[in-house]
């Protein structure tokens, strides 16, 4: 099914119109479209720019195995896109640009044909077919980097080497080709330090050379969906990653992802909230949204809790006050969160945050350790199983 969205950002007065101009053209071709309302942080890290770019790649994923997003990026946008790249010191990776063709880490692709084809040309053709479109007045704003070298870094260049916006399209299909080669190799050392919980070894890791080594974090990041972070914040994460206190519990935040070291592994997460709620009721859902994942009830038989107990009890989820105990085996001794959570490998930065079931006041399970004694299904009978992914 072919469809057409619209990204609304909001920044530009009067850009509420521009939604109706597209939605009049889908009409006329037949085509479904979608009016896509973001909020842009007008105070991210990274700038306006920046903030933008990430709303609108948000809402633009492909929204599944077989989507194919296709966008209009031409070959001068990719001259701005790699110069911009360099002047940034993005290197190899960066330098490629955008990919003609783009599989997506979340499933599906991003597809841009006319990649190699001039500005000048898709102008023409809008013209010589009478097409109407829409020119955003924010884009003879100079006070933008990306505009700045539209207007007049790139033309002033032409003015010495006509041929300057084609041969940056033309490096950045070349730094491609490099920057496919440093995946292949990052796939490769990922693979061989892979452990069987899908996380990787740290000592494998720590024994790379410090090109090699970012490189592989470079590539991690990408998989889970993360922007490159730049050469100086790359550095600075293979610094701490490899300190000796590292294997304390350490987490390198970036924008929408982190990098953890704890004990002898390490992996990539989501960041998450700032913390998880206090505290709330479950009364019989077969999900909670639990610090941004979900923590699942699944119906079961002969293990989990016991389904008779939750029933008949008044069931709360809470995080952590401090001090809990709990005791796993039956008429074995009480025993402190803090032991278990260490004895289990749970992550320092994890422990405070995680789901604990109570039942009429009594701690029934604790995310990352089990179930308490007293409310273990006993074999044959109805139980339920708690299944949250948050704690590694």
Same mark, same amino acid.
């Given at each position: 099914m072919l469809g057409a969205i619209h990204v609304s950002h909001g920044l530009v007065a009067g850009s509420g119109a521009w939604g109706a101009h597209?939605?009049?053209v889908c009409a006329r071709l037949d085509v479904a479209f979608d009016e896509r309302?973001?909020?842009v942080d007008r105070h991210?890290?990274?700038?306006?720019? %920046?903030?933008? $770019?990430? *709303?609108?790649?948000?809402?633009?994923?492909?929204?599944?195995?077989?989507?194919?997003?296709?966008?209009?990026?031409?070959?001068?946008?990719?001259?701005?896109? *790699? =110069?911009f790249r360099l002047l940034r010191g993005a290197g190899v990776k960066g330098g490629a640009g955008m990919r003609s063709f783009a599989p997506q880490p979340g499933g599906g692709a991003v597809w841009r044909p006319l990649l190699g084809v001039p500005r000048a040309a898709l102008e023409a053709y @809008?013209?010589?077919?009478?097409? /109407?479109?829409? +020119?955003?007045?924010?884009? #003879?704003? /100079?006070?933008f980097s990306r505009n700045f070298l539209r207007l007049r870094v790139l033309p002033?260049?032409?003015?010495? &080497?006509?041929?300057?916006? !084609?041969?940056? %399209?033309?490096?950045? $299909?070349?730094?491609?080709?490099? !920057?496919?080669?440093?995946?292949?190799?990052?796939?490769?050392?990922?693979?061989?330090?892979?452990?069987?919980?899908?996380?990787?070894?740290? @000592? %494998?890791?720590?024994?790379?050379?410090?090109?090699?080594? #970012?490189?592989? =974090?470079?590539?991690?990041? %990408?998989?889970?969906?993360?922007?490159?972070?730049?050469?100086?914040r790359l550095v600075? =994460?293979?610094r701490q990653f490899r300190r000796p206190s590292a294997q304390q519990g350490w987490r390198g935040e970036l924008a929408g992802m982190a990098v953890c070291v704890y004990r002898t592994a390490w992996w990539i997460e989501g960041r998450r909230p700032a913390e998880a709620p206090k505290a709330c009721d479950w009364r019989g859902q077969p999900a909670v949204d639990w610090w941004g994942t979900p923590l699942r009830f699944v119906v079961t038989d002969g293990e989990g809790l016991a389904a008779a107990r939750l029933a008949a009890g008044a069931c709360q989820l809470r995080r952590r +006050?401090?001090? +809990? $105990?709990?005791?796993?085996?039956?008429?074995?001794?009480?025993?402190?969160?803090?032991?278990?959570?260490?004895? @289990?490998?749970?992550?320092?930065?994890?422990?405070?945050?995680?789901?604990?079931?109570? *039942?009429d006041g009594q701690l029934a399970w604790v995310a990352g350790v089990g179930v308490? @004694? !007293? &409310?273990?299904?006993?074999p044959g009978e109805a139980g339920i199983l708690l299944q949250w992914a948050g704690a590694r």
């Open positions: 597209c939605r009049a309302v973001v909020t991210h890290p990274g700038g306006l720019e %920046a903030a933008a $770019r990430e *709303v609108r790649r948000q809402a633009l994923s492909p929204p599944g195995d077989n989507a194919l997003l296709v966008l209009a990026q031409h070959r001068n946008d990719q001259a701005e896109t *790699v =110069l @809008a013209c010589e077919h009478g097409l /109407d479109w829409i +020119e955003d007045p924010s884009n #003879r704003d /100079d006070g002033l260049l032409e003015t010495r &080497f006509p041929s300057a916006t !084609a041969s940056l %399209a033309r490096n950045a $299909r070349l730094l491609d080709e490099g !920057a496919g080669l440093l995946d292949e190799l990052a796939d490769l050392d990922l693979a061989a330090m892979r452990l069987p919980d899908g996380r990787y070894a740290l @000592a %494998a890791a720590c024994a790379l050379t410090p090109p090699r080594l #970012r490189n592989v =974090l470079r590539r991690a990041l %990408a998989l889970a969906g993360e922007l490159s972070p730049d050469e100086q600075e =994460l293979e +006050e401090g001090g +809990e $105990r709990i005791a796993l085996k039956p008429g074995g001794p009480s025993r402190s969160l803090k032991n278990l959570f260490q004895e @289990a490998g749970v992550p320092p930065w994890l422990r405070q945050d995680l789901p604990l079931l109570w *039942v308490a @004694a !007293a &409310f273990r299904c006993p």
